[in-house]
């Protein structure tokens, strides 16, 4: 089943770059800006912080799903 669900988010978003940006997530999953930096710093959505920018990879954002 989870396997699955990885399968449709990778179609679903076949869109987006392989890392995608804050803005790019928050359309993504359809959720605010504040609520995806508190995933970020919460590590939910496991990135790469670079200066004061994160790195998402988008396989990151589909582990999210997967887990919910």
């Keep these: 089943m989870k396997g ?3 399968k449709n988010t ?11 940006s ?3 997530v928050t359309k993504m999953l359809k959720l605010s800006k504040v609520t ?4 970020l710093k919460s590590g939910k959505i496991r990135t790469i912080k670079v200066g004061k ?8 954002v589909s582990e999210f799903l997967e887990s919910c």
Excluded: G, H, N, S
């Design 4 to 6: 699955d669900t990885l």
């Design 10 to 20: 990778t179609e679903l978003f076949a869109e987006y770059c392989d890392v995608v």
């Design 22 to 24: 804050v803005d790019d």
């Design 36 to 39: 995806v930096y508190k995933l």
């Design 53 to 60: 920018r994160y790195i998402i990879p988008k396989r990151c």
